[in-house]
């Protein structure tokens, strides 16, 4: 008969129906507070990717500042284009406060701004540096064809015998010096990072040229009403001009570099004050997820108890209307319950018996032992095997070891060999700079020639050869600069190399030694194992003795069955009856009022109360329940 078809069914169904609601609830609560959070998780991941956007901002910008490079600047305002879009999407993440996005937003842009603007002044600066670069060139050819035309004058003078005028003679030193004064200048603006520095070393510079001015402007003086050539009147008055220009310039490049330094000391102060708040709207979002986590956790406990005081309330209703009938019929089938506790104990110590010696066990247990033999040679072999394993464990280790320290040897070499390379590149800018010098002492010895006149004609072929020298040992200068700055490239990136094998080799040797300690544990494991199957190996032998003893137990286990089954009968009977009470009909059409007989049947039983057909629908329920 169906189970909704009997009041105690009806119970059931009642508590299993009361119990799936609860069970949904407790899911879909729970499946809420799970989203929720795997939101907020999402939010602080799309935070650390901002972060980690800011930080690509940084290393661009460290990288644009040295060289100036196009490709790095425009990668550091990607990637803060990229940490803005961003903390355009936090909003939608309840844990972050509207206010710290908007300040983070705000900094960004500010720190864009910084960047856009720091851009702009090295720019200017390039532009200004290449500025002043054409104006020493341009300075240094006037100087020389001022020079070419003192010592044309000079030559005259000597070949005419006059004296040459002394004045003149001096424009033509300080025209060269001037123009050393002024390369000294540009140099000093090119190579200093320090702007107190640079502002010492450019008024120390112009204090010169101002000096080098006034006494261009004393031989003006002298030369007025002496030479008519307005050359040098306009070269004299290109000295001032240069110089003024100079003030002026360092005075704009001074300027600038200030404001590279405060848009520099800006940006830190961005940086950290992003970083900080960072940090701040993190520890903030993983203290409200660990609220949501603990409300979560409180309604799941809340809806679980609640659902356990309504099981334990309908557990005790259902209870009360099954244990009351059942209490009242316990004492009818004590009787039965004993013989049948009885019989069960006979056949528990025979089933027992019969279970530690099987029949079939004596078949399978000499199969057994010689397979044991196996095992056991196999389990020698392993050991063996085992213990060349790790002797060759410990030869790779070796191997390793020396390896490991060949490599390192060859990165100390590439690195003597970087260091090598770079005090190389000091020296050919020491060259370089003879090299200048040289050019500037051919120069000198070609008008000192002149000046001699014929007499020092071999002596100004000498000087231009000087001078030719100096021009090519300047270019293979350059070029030898250019070979070993690509040569130290290439050795940095084979050091960079070699680290990295030194890594892979200190992870493989890592792994070697776990492997060979496993390899030390699977020869212990296989000594024990072989020592363990020979103690397996006696025991089989001493069960296949009591295989035998089993077979004599069989037959009085087949006599305690057939009691077993007499048994079953008369408890078959209470059980139909036990169903009539709960309103079922279970095998037979045995009412409450052949439970009498059925206890007059049961041997040395006594009366008892209807009621206690109820039990028999307790032990029969899986004959009663439809599959």
């Not at 284009?81 to 710290?100: K, Q, W």
């Not at 080098?212 to 050539?229: C, F, K, N, P």
């Not at 060759?392 to 280790?397: C, S």
Request: contains cysteine.
């Amino acid at each position: 008969m169906k189970l909704y078809r009997t009041k105690l069914g009806s119970r059931f169904m009642s508590m299993g129906i009361i119990t799936l609601a609860a069970i949904i609830f407790l899911f879909f609560l729970s499946y809420i507070g799970f989203k929720n959070i795997t939101k907020n998780i999402r939010g602080i991941s799309t935070l650390n990717a901002m972060n980690q956007n800011l930080s690509e901002a940084i290393i661009s910008e460290k990288k644009f500042l040295p060289d100036y490079q196009g490709s790095s600047f425009k990668s550091a305002v990607n990637s803060i284009h990229y940490a803005i879009s961003d903390i355009d999407a936090l909003p939608a993440y309840s844990i972050f406060e509207s206010a710290d996005i908007e300040t983070l937003r705000y900094m960004l842009k500010t720190y864009e701004i910084s960047l856009s603007k720091l851009s702009v002044v090295i720019r200017a600066l390039q532009a200004k540096d290449k500025e002043i670069s054409d104006k020493i060139n341009q300075f240094g050819l006037r100087s020389i064809q001022i020079a070419d035309l003192v010592n044309k004058y000079e030559s005259q003078c000597q070949l005419e015998r006059q004296t040459p005028n002394i004045h003149l003679l001096r424009l033509r030193d300080l025209s060269r010096d001037s123009v050393i004064a002024m390369t000294r200048l540009f140099l000093v603006l090119k190579n200093q990072q320090n702007i107190e520095s640079l502002k010492h070393e450019a008024e120390y510079v112009l204090t010169v040229l101002k000096n080098y001015g006034y006494s261009a402007s004393l031989i003006r003086d002298y030369i007025e009403y002496e030479v008519r050539d307005e050359a040098f009147f306009d070269y004299i008055r290109l000295i001032d001009a240069d110089y003024h220009y100079l003030n002026t310039a360092v005075a704009e490049i001074s300027e600038l570099w200030k404001i590279n330094q405060d848009c520099l000391a800006q940006s830190d102060a961005i940086r950290k004050q992003v970083l900080n708040n960072k940090e701040k709207m993190s520890a903030n979002a993983n203290l409200r997820i660990d609220t949501i986590s603990r409300r979560v956790i409180q309604g799941n406990v809340s809806v679980f108890l609640f659902m356990l005081i309504i099981l334990t309330m309908g557990l005790l209703f259902v209870g009360k209307s099954v244990v009351s009938p059942i209490v009242r019929i316990i004492e009818p089938l004590n009787m039965g319950a004993d013989q049948v506790a009885s019989a069960s104990e006979n056949m528990s110590q025979t089933s027992q018996s019969l279970a530690e010696s099987a029949s079939q066990q004596s078949a399978s247990l000499s199969e057994t032992s010689v397979a044991l033999n196996q095992i056991f040679n196999i389990s020698l072999k392993n050991t063996e095997i085992s213990e060349k394993a790790n002797c060759l464990m410990e030869q790779v280790k070796d191997i390793l070891v020396h390896a490991r320290h060949v490599i390192n040897e060859l990165s100390k070499s590439v690195t003597e060999i970087s260091d090598s390379g770079i005090q190389t590149q000091k020296i050919i800018h020491i060259i370089d700079g003879i090299t200048f010098q040289t050019r500037l002492l051919s120069l000198n010895a070609a008008i000192e020639a002149a000046r001699v006149g014929d007499q020092g004609a071999g002596f100004a072929v000498v000087a231009d050869e000087m001078r030719r020298l100096s021009t090519h040992t300047a270019e293979a200068a350059r070029n030898s600069t250019e070979l070993i700055a690509d040569s130290v490239k290439k050795t940095d990136r084979v050091l960079k190399n070699l680290t990295e094998t030194n890594k892979v080799f200190s992870d493989m040797n890592e792994q070697i030694h776990k492997a060979g300690s496993m390899v030390y544990e699977i020869r212990g494991m296989s000594q024990e194992q072989s020592a363990e199957i020979g103690k397996i190996n006696s025991s089989v032998q001493e069960i296949d003795s009591l295989t035998r003893h089993n077979s004599a137990c069989s037959q009085e286990s087949a006599s305690i069955a057939q009691q077993m089954n007499a048994q079953a009968v008369y408890m078959r009977q209470f059980v139909e009856d036990l169903a009539a009470v709960a309103g079922l009909r279970a095998g037979g059409k045995t009412s409450p009022k052949n439970v009498p007989a059925v206890q007059s049947r049961l041997p040395d039983s006594k009366p008892s109360d209807p009621d206690a057909a109820l039990v028999a629908y307790m032990l029969e329920n899986r004959m009663i329940l439809p599959n």
